[in-house]
């Protein structure tokens, strides 16, 4: 056990740094390794005994294909919500965000939450067309293997896995710098220790236990991160937003950024600012995209559910970001020089504590002391995890449907595609720590995979999105032009390290103006390829061809159901123009809120802010920050209490069986996609009593 120590005599001990590039950890090791594998250890065996739970009471067989890939593609919104904000609450957004807030004052949290958001929301517009046009689809690659043949397949595999390999490394090597810096555990024992936990409940549970550990986690780590917001007030150096305010006005005159309106903290003219939010957003669409996790997700929510589910998550999920890295970068450049609570006073942090995100690890050190220090740990691990079951799930599925089913075995039964599931999670936890542990050994931290993971993960971003979007893209447009905005991207990378540096190494190559270069270049030039390469033959794709292939096996249908009953026969018959029209309207809807909140978030609010040369003054930054603090408290509130209120019949059926030791007697079907109750759209509704009326 550790001993609680005032927050003084905390810091008596931890100012004592081991070198220039650490403090020493608050946190014995037996700490580190209880939060690594024995918790990660607990919440598998607690997801196991869940899954276990539904498949015994509600009939939710995981060792059906459609339940362990697909959840029977019947997750309702409230859990949609949760899983996509928790898709995104990586370790490194929490991080990186304020590694950004640190290197570029206000701007730099802004950016990386505008990065995020749109193109979040966004992949609504995508997983509805995807659920309108080719409903039985597992994953994206799938869908790539339908339209344009195996060799697209196998190019579009290549670049799914890279995509997924970088996400992984990114988190682990985030996180375990982390969990190290507070814990003492060594880095490589973090970094094998951490997939663990989450191979043994993703193994047994499938995509209906990541979504359930999705909302266990994300719901803990807001509350953690609500309290920080509220207990970092209660702090005598900090006081007030007032007081963190003049804070930071002393810190841009002793330590003014170079690029920034008149090298203020306090602004949103920010050179550097801005040239992330180019990059950051365009790698974002690349690893959101690419990775088969939100297309897994995608598949597994109800058709209801994508756009609401989608476009709601993104938006709450905005406030993550902006709020913890303005409020934790805010606090090291306000008392890393100034107070004797700050872990690392009187020096500044080093290069090596910025590249390894430790600006929120000692925020959190400088608030709470040692249960701080413990509090950021358990977040980070729970961060990492939580996505970690998504990228496993992912990988599991490219490896069962897309190599093994495709390849080996066509013929494959249930059993089988599960067989190589399993093989799959076990595969690349594996895999990714190998990968983490050999970047680490070469001198890669989280600082350079931030910057740079875009020029890998971009070539795909418009030959996906026109796949599912543009008829007119030819097969050898869909081949050719994300292979050659690859190598595009890489050569400009490369070539502008080189030519604004003189060398190309790990340091040069992690500049921010190569990685915007390069992958912009990687974003964009597939455009240019793409639509000439179609236009000298073009397409015309049958969408309806899509729905031609069978590629669902047997659907295990719930004995407790949360949707609404329906007049299976009519909906698969009458109703099929309606459902038709339903789903275009929610596409239309995406289309929109896509737009809305791209001009929103990254145009309309922050390009006049950055045009303006404006400095806060104390009382515009006070409303600043509330904004913020306030957006993520709703947050909390959106993403812990909606899922619970939104499956609330089928929480209380569970609990009813369970404790009557009997089977519930309700047998509601649930929707097949062919089969879409879209909330007051179908001519059946179901009254209170469940009698049916005419709508």
């Known amino acids: 056990m550790v001993e609680m120590a005032s927050l003084e005599e905390y810091t008596a001990r931890s100012v004592k740094t081991v070198s220039s590039n650490g403090i020493e950890p608050p946190l014995s090791q037996a700490i580190g390794y209880v939060i690594v594998l024995v918790v990660g250890l607990a919440i598998a065996l607690g997801m196991v005994f869940i899954t276990k739970l539904l498949q015994r009471v509600v009939g939710e067989d995981n060792r059906k294909t459609e339940m362990f890939m697909t959840a029977n593609r019947s997750v309702r919104t409230g859990l949609t919500t949760s899983a996509v904000v928790s898709s995104w609450l990586w370790s490194t957004a929490m991080l990186g965000a304020s590694l950004v807030g640190y290197n570029y004052g206000i701007s730099g949290p802004f950016w990386y939450a505008a990065g995020c958001s749109p193109m979040i929301v966004f992949f609504a517009l995508l997983g509805i067309s995807c659920k309108r046009?080719?409903?039985?689809?597992?994953?994206?690659?799938?869908?790539?293997?339908?339209?344009?043949?195996?060799?697209?397949?196998?190019?579009?595999?290549?670049?799914?896995?890279?995509?997924?390999?970088?996400?992984?490394?990114?988190?682990?090597?985030?996180?375990?710098?982390?969990?190290?810096?507070?814990?003492?555990?060594?880095?490589?024992?973090?970094?094998?220790?951490?997939?663990?936990?989450?191979?043994?409940?993703?193994?047994?549970?499938?995509?209906?236990?990541?979504?359930?550990?999705?909302?266990?986690?994300?719901?803990?780590?807001?509350?953690?991160?609500?309290?920080?917001?509220?207990?970092?007030?209660?702090?005598?150096?900090?006081?007030?937003?007032?007081?963190?305010?003049?804070?930071?006005?002393?810190?841009?005159?002793?330590?003014?950024?170079?690029?920034?309106?008149?090298?203020?903290?306090?602004?949103?003219?920010?050179?550097?600012?801005?040239?992330?939010?180019?990059?950051?957003?365009?790698?974002?669409?690349?690893?959101?995209?690419?990775?088969?996790?939100?297309?897994?997700?995608?598949?597994?929510?109800?058709?209801?559910?994508?756009?609401?589910?989608?476009?709601?998550?993104?938006?709450?999920?905005?406030?993550?970001?902006?709020?913890?890295?303005t409020l934790a970068s805010s606090i090291c450049l306000g008392l890393e020089t100034t107070s004797s609570v700050f872990p690392t006073y009187p020096r500044r942090l080093s290069t090596t504590e910025i590249g390894s995100g430790l600006i929120l690890p000692y925020a959190f050190i400088t608030v709470a002391g040692n249960a701080g220090a413990a509090m950021v740990a358990l977040i980070t691990f729970m961060a990492v995890t939580s996505t970690l079951s998504a990228q496993v799930i992912a990988v599991s599925s490219i490896i069962s449907f897309d190599i093994y089913r495709t390849y080996i075995n066509p013929r494959a039964t249930d059993r089988d595609v599960i067989r190589w599931s399993h093989y799959g999670v076990v595969f690349f936890a594996l895999v990714a720590a190998a990968f983490s542990t050999l970047l680490h050994y070469v001198g890669i931290d989280l600082n350079w995979t931030l910057y740079m993971l875009g020029v890998l993960t971009c070539p795909g971003i418009f030959p996906t999105t026109f796949t599912i979007l543009w008829r007119k893209q030819n097969k050898a447009a869909a081949i050719i032009s994300p292979l050659l905005g690859m190598v595009t991207g890489i050569a400009v990378w490369l070539g502008s390290a080189y030519g604004l540096s003189g060398e190309v190494t790990v340091v040069t190559t992690g500049e921010v103006l190569p990685c915007v270069y390069g992958t912009t270049a990687s974003a964009l030039s597939p455009i240019l390829y793409s639509v000439v390469i179609s236009l000298l033959k073009p397409d015309e794709y049958d969408w309806s061809s899509f729905k031609k292939e069978k590629l669902a096996f047997e659907e295990q249908h719930s004995s407790i159901d949360i949707a609404q009953p329906v007049d299976t026969e009519l909906a698969n018959a009458g109703n099929a123009f309606q459902q038709t029209q339903t789903l275009k309207r929610w596409s239309r809807i995406a289309a929109y809120w896509s737009i809305a909140t791209f001009l929103g978030h990254w145009v309309l609010w922050p390009l006049p802010m950055y045009a303006s040369r404006y400095i806060f003054q104390k009382g515009f930054f006070v409303a600043w920050l509330v904004i913020a603090l306030v957006w993520i408290w709703i947050t909390l509130f959106v993403v812990g209490f909606y899922p619970i209120i939104d499956g609330r019949a089928q929480i209380l059926a569970v609990w009813n069986s369970v404790f009557s030791r009997e089977r519930s007697k309700i047998a509601f079907r649930e929707p097949s996609v062919a089969a879409l109750d879209v909330e007051g759209e179908s001519d059946i509704g179901v009254a209170s009593d469940g009698k049916e009326t005419k709508n």
Not at 150 to 178: E, P, Q, R, T
């Open 133 to 325: 046009k080719i409903p039985e689809a597992h994953t994206l690659l799938e869908i790539v293997r339908v339209r344009y043949g195996k060799v697209a397949h196998v190019v579009y595999m290549f670049l799914c896995l890279v995509n997924n390999l970088i996400a992984v490394a990114n988190m682990l090597l985030g996180a375990s710098a982390v969990i190290t810096a507070m814990t003492g555990v060594h880095i490589i024992a973090v970094t094998f220790l951490l997939p663990v936990g989450v191979a043994l409940y993703t193994f047994v549970g499938g995509i209906k236990a990541t979504f359930l550990t999705d909302y266990m986690h994300t719901f803990t780590i807001l509350i953690v991160l609500c309290y920080f917001t509220a207990k970092a007030f209660s702090v005598d150096a900090i006081g007030s937003i007032g007081n963190l305010y003049d804070l930071l006005v002393a810190a841009s005159e002793q330590h003014p950024i170079s690029g920034n309106q008149n090298g203020s903290y306090l602004t949103m003219t920010s050179k550097g600012g801005i040239l992330f939010g180019i990059l950051h957003i365009l790698a974002n669409f690349g690893l959101v995209i690419m990775d088969t996790s939100f297309f897994i997700k995608a598949f597994s929510a109800s058709p209801a559910a994508v756009v609401p589910g989608y476009v709601i998550g993104g938006v709450a999920y905005f406030a993550i970001p902006w709020a913890i890295g």
